[in-house]
């Protein structure tokens, strides 16, 4: 914000005064941008988010780097609360830089949060249920993740978007497709989407 030097003192005051109000977001339309309104196909690609970004922390704490094959069953804490566990197969093709997987995720009151500059990839959300995912993830950079989640009774409870809003979702059916980081597909009946 740039302040011009007035010759007449309370001209230059007076500048400076509305200067500061419109900084603080006080007196009109020269304040600050307001975060824009999030309506529900904005809250259902942050919770579909939330999702996502919890089954990959699962995937990570328990399965990334180690052996793959078939009958893996393992489980883990959340990281706010709460547990979840993932069973099924995996396994990896090195000269395409991707793993094969077909696993079965069950969150039992899985907590989990995330906080970014912007509002569409924050939430605090409480996951129960079970999802499964199949498809390929992509290791390297020649390979493009190839993933489709579904869940026939999902339940999201939390928080979505900054400000935060309430949102609660109970025995939902989610049924997603990731193709590179465009995660898409439906979640409660509702088209939804989100760019990972």
Do not use: W
């Not at 007196?27 to 089954?55: E, K, W, Y």
């Not at 993933?147 to 059916?173: K, N, Q, R």
């Amino acid at each position: 914000m740039r302040i011009l030097v007035k010759h007449a003192v309370t001209l230059g005051t007076f500048a400076l005064v509305s200067a500061v109000a419109a900084a603080c977001g006080g007196g009109g339309s020269g304040g600050a941008a307001a975060t824009p309104p999030c309506d529900m196909a904005c809250q259902d690609g942050v919770a579909i988010r939330s999702l996502r970004d919890a089954i990959k922390v699962v995937y990570n704490d328990t399965l990334q780097g180690q052996p793959t094959g078939m009958g893996l069953n393992e489980m883990t804490p959340c990281p706010l609360g709460g547990m979840a566990s993932v069973t099924g197969s995996a396994s990896s093709n090195a000269d395409q830089g991707a793993t094969n997987v077909d696993l079965t995720y069950v969150f039992t009151a899985c907590k989990y949060s995330e906080t970014d500059t912007d509002p569409t990839q924050t939430f605090q959300m409480t996951l129960d249920g079970t999802v499964t995912e199949s498809g390929v993830i992509a290791v390297q950079p020649s390979s493009t993740t190839a993933l489709t989640f579904h869940s026939d009774a999902m339940t999201f409870s939390g928080t979505v978007y900054y400000p935060t809003i309430p949102y609660a979702e109970s025995a939902c059916a989610v049924q997603l497709g990731q193709d590179g980081n465009e995660l898409s597909g439906t979640i409660c009946d509702r088209d939804a989407g989100t760019t990972l």
